[in-house]
């Protein structure tokens, strides 16, 4: 499908009522002016005033009919992640598995009325919430022939000058938080404000992008990536430059779809970590499992799914110790230019862990139900931490962990994503007594680390268009119950959110929720 030709399957909107408003407003004035110069001389006031307003009554009659309806509100969700095998060597061009959990977040966008000209950012999980004037935005220095970017566009780099221009729309931003939080809020905002003056102009209706994840924020688990791709995919949709999702939407479309979405993601990103690898935001995008490799930074990712990525229960565990990605991967990148050919070998063997799991999944007696098979799993997993805490990323609190589980003979542990703290995951061996592994639980609790139960390998990237869901409740009758700002505002942490609006319910899917399936 062309480019600049892609239709919004979602809503079916026409960007020729635009056109067509314009001509019928030209017609209407036309005719007004003809008749009334016409007849002015040959009849009374009475009768040239009576025919204007006629006239001028019709026109507005006309206009209010082909004005555009307000978008309705509508959801995007996007999953977490882990890295299962490869992170840090990732970012110096080697490969690395990641794949989706079932931890999400929620972004909830609502349309203003017509007369308001604001946009309104709010992410109550992290007391986010500022509002900007639509017409006060940079949009000349964005919409610059030498400036403006289309919405299919490769960006790959920051431009400085954009960069720069959104800084004073940054000095308002949670003045009264405290330095860090306001530099947490600050970096949302300016990631924001980036893609979307990038993709919007002056005359994009005034909304409010609300969010709400179920994913620990600094965890190492993709939950800046998953607001990118949320934020990404909604601006996207709101342009109507994305086809589908729909259900017999061929998976080569879908693709097209959800590059476009990761694109923009990566630019968010980008504002986010400076250098990231495009992993996270890749993973979230696509959803399922992924191989990816970076090696020029000019030019996309390879980006191989793994459709024979094992579906593993995971016990992941947030150590609640802060960390900083930036900071983690530029102490990796310090330590290989002090030892290059050091360092560079142990990349070199990380990246031999990761196509040695890839050979390992798709043999073809290869089965999670066989201890043998997990065994091998989990001591690559093993291989990977080891290579890890010899790059200087490991922390206490992660192995910690590793003590309770694996020299317990519970799992196989390693850390995930960048490291310095953040979460760990486990393979858990097969047969471990309840008894074990209850007071492994209760162990965690009073070290103060937070558990969860998740899953790999699920959706991507998802709409809820309109924000209507069918619960097993009296609404279904009606259509279904819809999400309003306040019942999603109101939801109780994350069992709230996600009985809400979660993609899956008691029993699977939940009806609404659709999503752009690459693996067809």
Known sequence: MAEGRMSNGVNGSNKDS?????????NTNGQANGHSNGHTNGHTNGYTNGYINGNLSLRKKMERKQSSPMMPAFMVSAPGK????????????????????SLRSYLLVTTLSKSKRTVTLRFPDIDLDHTWNIDKLPWSTFTHPSKKKSYYDFVNTLDPELVQAIQPLLAGVSP?????????????SASFLYIFLSLGSQSFPACQYTLRSTIPIGGGLGSSATIAVCISAALLLQQRALSGPHPDQPADEARVQVERINRWAFVYEMLIHGNPSGIDNTVSTNGKAVLFQRTDYLKPPSVKPLWNMPE???????????????????????????????VGSILDAMDKV???????????????????CLRRFGELMTINHGLLVSLGVSHPRIERVRELVDHQGIGWTKLTGAGGGGC??????????????????????EENYQKYVTTLGGDGVGVLWPAVLKNGMDED?????????????????????ERLVGVHGS???????KFWRVDK
């Open 18 to 26: 635009s056109r067509d408003h314009t001509h019928t407003n030209g």
């Open 82 to 101: 882990t890295i299962v095998f490869g992170e840090h060597s990732v970012v110096h061009g080697k490969a690395a598995i990641a794949a989706s959990i």
């Open 176 to 188: 009264d938080k405290s330095a860090e939080m306001r530099k947490v809020h600050q970096n949302a």
């Open 312 to 342: 593993l229960p995971l016990l992941l565990v947030d150590t609640k110790t802060p960390k900083s990605t930036q900071h983690e991967v530029a102490k990796v990148g310090k330590l290989k230019e002090a030892h290059p050919k050091l």
């Open 354 to 372: 990761t196509n040695s799991v890839t050979d390992l999944i798709g043999e073809d007696d290869f089965d999670t139900e066989d201890p043998e």
């Open 424 to 445: 760990v995951i486990t393979l858990l061996k097969p047969g471990v007594p309840r008894a074990k592994l209850e007071q492994l639980e209760a162990q965690l609790e």
């Open 477 to 497: 009758d009606e259509g279904g119950m819809e999400i309003s700002l306040e019942k999603f505002l109101k939801a109780e942490g994350n069992e709230g959110v």
């Open 507 to 513: 029993t699977g899917e939940r009806e609404g929720w």
